[in-house]
């Protein structure tokens, strides 16, 4: 079976990072046989749109429309002594691109994996083990806001969140989905999603708790409900990471908690990310572009490998391939062995370059 790939490379050390992914991805295909990717690069990003003043052509986006799957490295670029680009709202660039393509294509759900792999060290003391997901609602919340705030006589701004019945049913079944494919949170081994809101304060909250409420309960006796408060939760994750499994929230709330717990398990070169829905899905590490490092071949690959991990696992379900899904299996095993070994880039402690890891990925799963 063979699966297009529109692949968007993007900008500082995107190219570096998804180079890498590429490598591990075909060593994979050709290790397990059985399906076949063929990655087609485009260019979109703050590189081109500082070029051209188009940040996602609408080509590259048809392109991706028609793709089983788009893989992405990362957006974003200084200018001016600015950390970013932006445009005329004052807004980076880089949301005419993420954003449309999680709007345009109904990618609702934000996968994000927070698993601390041997021979890394989390700045967490005592904590040993962590495996659980952030589950973020991508396209509504108060990013529904994007392009549309209102700022009236230059002294007052507005965003609106929206919480829909609908958007939140998808994301909380895709967390009980998620859930039941788990092995549980590690305190317990209990499968669990966690809802997390400020239902205390906020009317829309207390409409998403009460909307994951009804949804729940056709999971009842298979997956636990638990509930946080999003400023608790922050307390709890850094506490206790042991105690979840899958937790759920609106769009900015997982945004920041994400990144939170990207620190627990060696940082944002760790942690890697899928932008899925029904029909389409987008798979990307969840760092930025890194300019001050692009081009010296430091670059952590890990989280770019990885949602190449999690694209097979998504194309494996999606088209009862089970070769994907071997690919996989064997992707992560290999990236674990090859840092419990001792090889890690210097963000997490170690002297690999960006190629020297990937090929002793390449070298662990041939060895597997």
Not at 290 to 314: C, E, H, Q, R, Y
Request: hydrophobic share 40%; proline share 4%.
């Amino acid at each position: 079976m063979k699966f297009n790939i529109a692949t968007l490379p993007g900008d500082g050390v995107g190219p570096e990072v998804i180079n890498e992914g590429i490598k591990v991805l075909k060593a994979a295909e050709e290790i397990v046989t059985g399906f076949s990717l063929e990655f087609e690069k485009y260019d979109a990003g703050n590189g081109h749109y500082l070029k051209t003043g188009v940040t996602l052509p609408e080509s590259v986006f048809q392109a991706c429309k028609d793709s089983n799957a788009i893989f992405m490295g990362s957006i974003g670029l200084p200018k001016d002594g600015m950390p970013v680009v932006v445009d005329e709202n004052g807004t980076e660039v880089t949301g005419h691109v993420m954003f449309k393509l999680r709007f345009d294509l109904n990618l609702f759900a934000g996968v994000r994996p927070i698993k601390l792999y041997p021979g890394v060290v989390s700045p967490l003391a005592n904590v040993k083990d962590i495996d659980f997901v952030v589950l973020r609602e991508n396209c509504e919340g108060l990013f529904a806001s994007y392009g549309a705030g209102i700022i009236l006589y230059d002294d007052i701004a507005t965003d609106t969140q929206i919480i829909t019945r609908k958007g939140t049913e998808k994301i909380v079944d895709f967390g009980f989905q998620l859930a039941l494919k788990r092995n549980g949170r590690l305190s317990d081994g209990k499968k669990a999603v966690t809802c997390a809101d400020k239902h205390n304060v906020f009317r829309s909250f207390a409409f998403f708790r009460k909307v994951y409420n009804e949804v729940a309960e056709r999971y009842e006796g298979q997956v636990e409900k638990d509930y946080a408060i999003i400023d608790a939760l922050t307390l709890w994750m850094v506490q206790t990471p042991q105690n979840f499994d899958v937790i759920v929230t609106e769009n900015m709330f997982g945004d920041i908690i994400s990144d939170l717990a990207g620190a627990f398990v060696g940082g944002m070169g760790m942690s890697p990310s899928g932008d899925v829905g029904h029909n389409y899905g987008m798979f990307q590490p969840s760092h930025g572009t890194a300019p001050t490092i692009a081009g010296k071949g430091i670059a952590n690959p890990v989280a770019t490998i990885l949602s190449g991990k999690m694209m097979l696992d998504w194309l494996g379900d999606r088209h009862d391939n089970k070769a994907a899904l071997t690919a996989a299996e064997l992707v992560e095993k290999a990236v674990s062995n090859t840092l419990a070994r001792g090889i890690k880039t210097v963000d997490i402690g170690g002297t690999a370059g960006t190629s020297q890891f990937g090929d002793a990925v390449i070298a662990e799963m041939r060895r597997l």
